[in-house]
């Protein structure tokens, strides 16, 4: 079965900052946008920032402060994560279309926990 597997989460003070990569098992799908989400106990997972060949959006809470990238060549999709603040906290999840055989599926992490302390 194909995998997402992040990491770089942990704990931070608040104005510290947090690299998050996401490596897919098989390549991951140009044609579809990868993203990043996060859950905090006792809220919804939101969405954090996406991107596609036809651009990147961001969350508002974040826009300036967060950065996603990704490399085709690693299968890998990135979280550059500054200026972090409590409110931040929570369980990251990345989330994107992975080559499995003969056609893409759509796979999310495991999760990585992101606690920002104050």
Known sequence: QVELVESGGGLVQAGGSLRLSCVASSRISSSNAVGWYRQAPGKQRE??????GSGTIYADSVKGRFT??????????????????????AVYYCNARV?????????????????VSS
């Open 68 to 89: 996603i990238s990704r490399d085709n060549a690693k299968n890998t999709v990135h979280l550059q994560m500054n200026n972090l603040r409590p409110e931040d906290t």
């Open 47 to 52: 969405l954090v920032a996406s991107t596609s």
């Open 99 to 115: 080559l499995s055989s003969t056609k893409w599926l759509e796979v999310w992490g495991q999760g990585t926990l992101v606690t």
